[in-house]
Each structure stands twice: as structure tokens, then as C-alpha cells.
T-cell receptor, first 116, second 115 residues
């Protein structure tokens, strides 16, 4: 099955700095890579995603890059704000069908703290 | 759009009792829903994939007789924790797959505490 590794486990930055979180995946058949933000005790919220036919995607201060050859993808947050503080999870989804189609394999999570 | 609800948001029960958690897609139909378990400060662990009208597919190590899943309609999946024990205490989160982009949106989660 798929295995996703996420680094770093914790990340502390000053407000206004950039933050980068990296993930690697094991199965080259994975074709969808979402990123979720989870605040304490709340649901994970989809913040950005990328599909395997695209190398980069940007949405305001958030961007994701994908390197299929190296099997890694990264989340970039620019001009960080204290409200960006949360746990961020990357995930990967295998392509193909079957009864478990669509299931995501999550990374271990990164606790991001943005200091004012 | 793509709103997923869960009920209850939290539940406290005695050891040995069964607890049912509901997951609903409010503004779309979901042929596939997923059930996750999350321990404090840990990642989401997929328990099972719930497909409308068919049996759920459980991940390795998840006891299907203990965690009963029913997906009887296109907007509702239920997870029943049978004969709950303190080690079953956790945060249970469902998600639903949204077409056509095939994104996945999560419910708010249910905090289960077994005394």
C-alpha cells in the first residue's frame, strides 16, 4: 500500500516568514495530493490540492509543488500569520478503481506555530 | 456546498455499551464515505471505506464485528462501536467523497469517551 512521510513534525516561524512542509510518497500510482489544515478539536479542512498532471498550484499565500519523479510534494505558505498556526497534514491517493477507491493515506502531520 | 455533518459531536458511555455515530452529507450525495480514527497529537488512521448499498471495506487490523458500518443511503453512513471499552476512546471522523472533482471533505468529528 501507499506510505506517506511528512517533515518536519514541528515548525516554528515568525509572522511574515515563509513555511515549507515536505512529504514523500511511495507508490508511483498515486495521482492526487491534498493538504489539510486541522485546528485543535476540529475537522481537517482542505486548503489546497494538486493532481499528478500538474507540477505546481497556487492559491493566494499557499502553493503546492509536486515532483513525480522524486515522489515528493511540498506545501509553501508565504507571509505567515498567527491564524495559520495549526496542524497540517499531507495525503496521497492511489489511482484506479475498486471498493476502496478514493481512500487517502495521510502523513504524520506538522504542527505549525506562527509567532506574532 | 460539500458540507458533512456528524452526530453526536461528543459522547460519554460506560464500558460494554454500544455507541452509534452518524455521518451525513448535507448538500450532496456520497456513494463513498470514509471513517477515520484520530488519537491525540496523531494523524488520521483510516478504519474503513463505506460504500452505499454494499459492505464496508475495512483496513487491516480493524475489527469489523466491533466497528459496524452501515451506508444505507446516499447521504448517511453510520459507525457503531459495539461493546465499547476505554481503549476505544478516540476522536472519530468521517469524510465523504465529492464528485466530480473527487475531493474529500470531513465531518466535524465525534469525541468518544468510554468510562
Amino acid at each position: 500500500g501507499e506510505n506517506v512521510e511528512q517533515h518536519p513534525s514541528t515548525l516554528s516561524v515568525q509572522e511574515g516568514d515563509s513555511a515549507v512542509i515536505k512529504c514523500t510518497y511511495s507508490d508511483s500510482a498515486s495521482n492526487y495530493f491534498p493538504w489539510y489544515k486541522q485546528e485543535l478539536g476540529k475537522r481537517p479542512q482542505l486548503i489546497i490540492d494538486i493532481r499528478s498532471n500538474v507540477g505546481e498550484k497556487k492559491d493566494q499565500r499557499i502553493a503546492v509543488t509536486l515532483n513525480k519523479t522524486a515522489k515528493h510534494f511540498s506545501l509553501h505558505i508565504t507571509e505567515t500569520q498567527p491564524e495559520d498556526s495549526a496542524v497540517y497534514f499531507c495525503a496521497a491517493r492511489l489511482g484506479g478503481g475498486g471498493t476502496s477507491y478514493g481512500k487517502l493515506t495521510f502523513g504524520q502531520g506538522t504542527i505549525l506555530t506562527v509567532h506574532p | 456546498g460539500a458540507v458533512v455533518s456528524q452526530h453526536p459531536s461528543w459522547v460519554i458511555c460506560k464500558s460494554g455499551t454500544s455507541v452509534k455515530i452518524e455521518c451525513r452529507s448535507l448538500d450532496f450525495q456520497a456513494t463513498t464515505m470514509f471513517w477515520y480514527r484520530q488519537f491525540p497529537k496523531q494523524s488520521l488512521m483510516l478504519m474503513a471505506t463505506s460504500n452505499e448499498g454494499s459492505k464496508a471495506t475495512y483496513e487491516q487490523g480493524v475489527e469489523k464485528d466491533k466497528f459496524l458500518i452501515n451506508h444505507a443511503s446516499l447521504t448517511l453512513s453510520t459507525l457503531t462501536v459495539t461493546s465499547a471499552h476505554p481503549e476505544d476512546s478516540s476522536f472519530y471522523i468521517c469524510s465523504a467523497r465529492v464528485q466530480p472533482r473527487d475531493e474529500q471533505f470531513f465531518g466535524p468529528g465525534t469525541r468518544l469517551t468510554v468510562l
